[in-house]
């Protein structure tokens, strides 16, 4: 493994904050000891984003035809388009969104070739992407689809010390209760476990399970959901040597400190977990896909078009956003060094004549 490893980054939606957390997050160049960031964008639009954010002096950028020409101690941009675009910084950016997915290609192609070692990917405009034939409802679909993979993934939010999964992600509410099965809640638990391990050097971790309805359904009163798929899932995991926890009541799990005694919390849909952990952790969450062979991490923002160009943009996320890559990439290396067997198998020799 290489001691200073190699940042891809993808560079968002271009009307959006992405490119203003990226520049200032190099604006303190102190970071640039430890990692070589390559950008994947057109080296027009970062000059743009540079002046409109009087960043020209204060964040240079190195460019480079392939991210196998990186230099250590720069931003290193590969230019993958040479058109200058007329960008509206907090607009919708419409076709513009075309050049978001080329960047987030070219990056992932990069990465599944081994030239950069891990990505981080700035904010997009789902909606934008798609408009323009984007097939894929995210980032995550997009990278499974790429690693030829159809198993289970998990997205993690990670702050604080808090990490927070999901049974399910962006589906309607009212799709929820129907999405939550004692089967899916396993598969998601065994996955959050496993990554626990591998990914955040946890040793027999603590999950905790929370439940669905008000008061993890009061027994029944308020809900069968909790008793017959949630309660039937925990126990499963339980037998399975998984140190899995729950029903927990959500209202009052996060405001009372009970996160803090597990190493992890499964909810079971999107906003029950991440408005606590946004409310606890906004500014230095994280974003990350477990599951997948390869890492990927995201800051805990969308693209902001309120604030985009104005230079309120907060790099915090961003910047976490690249440690945590850093980090999880050295403790698979760990994770793979200490369950590898020491003992080769040996051909049985003859034996030597008398």
Not at 126 to 145: C, D, I, N
Not at 231 to 238: C, G, N
Not at 303 to 318: H, Q, R
């Amino acid at each position: 493994m290489s001691s200073i490893p190699r940042i891809g980054i993808s560079c968002g939606d271009l009307h959006g904050v992405g490119l203003e957390v990226v520049l200032k997050t190099f604006e303190d160049n102190r970071i640039l000891q430890e990692i070589t960031p390559v950008l994947y964008c057109g080296a027009k639009a970062v000059s743009f984003h540079r002046k409109a954010l009087g960043l020209e002096e204060a964040v240079p950028f190195h460019r480079v035809a392939d991210a196998s020409e990186a230099i250590a101690r720069k931003l290193n941009v590969v230019s993958i388009w040479e058109e200058e675009l007329p960008l509206e910084l907090g607009r919708p950016s419409g076709k513009h969104a075309e050049y978001t997915i080329k960047s987030l290609e070219a990056a992932a192609q990069d990465l599944g070739a081994g030239k950069v070692d891990v990505l981080v990917t700035a904010p997009i405009d789902k909606a934008a992407m798609q408009a323009v034939g984007f097939k894929y409802p995210g980032h995550t679909e997009f990278l499974q689809s790429l690693a030829g993979t159809d198993s289970q993934v998990l997205m993690i939010l990670v702050g604080d010390g808090l990490r927070v999964g999901t049974v399910t992600g962006h589906i309607p509410l009212k799709e929820v209760s129907e999405a939550v099965t004692a089967e899916r809640i396993v598969a998601k638990a065994r996955l959050f476990h496993q990554s626990l391990m591998r990914d955040f050097g946890c040793i027999d971790p603590r999950i905790a399970i929370l439940g669905l309805n008000p008061h993890a359904g009061d027994n029944g009163a308020l809900g069968t959901e909790d008793r017959e798929r949630i309660s039937p899932a925990v126990r499963q995991l339980k037998e399975e040597g998984i140190k899995a926890m729950g029903p927990y009541p959500a209202d009052g799990f996060f405001g009372s400190g009970q996160f803090k005694h597990f190493d992890g919390v499964l909810a079971m849909y999107h906003d029950q977990g991440l408005a606590p952990f946004k409310a606890l952790s906004f500014g230095t969450g994280v974003n990350f896909t477990a599951g997948l062979p390869i890492i990927r991490t995201s800051p805990d923002h969308g693209t902001a078009l309120d604030i985009a160009g104005k230079g309120l943009a907060d790099e915090s996320s961003f910047r976490h956003a690249i440690w945590l890559a850093c980090d999880i990439r050295e403790q698979r290396d760990r994770y793979r060094e200490i369950h590898a067997n020491p003992l080769q198998p040996q051909e049985r020799g003859k034996k030597e004549k008398a």
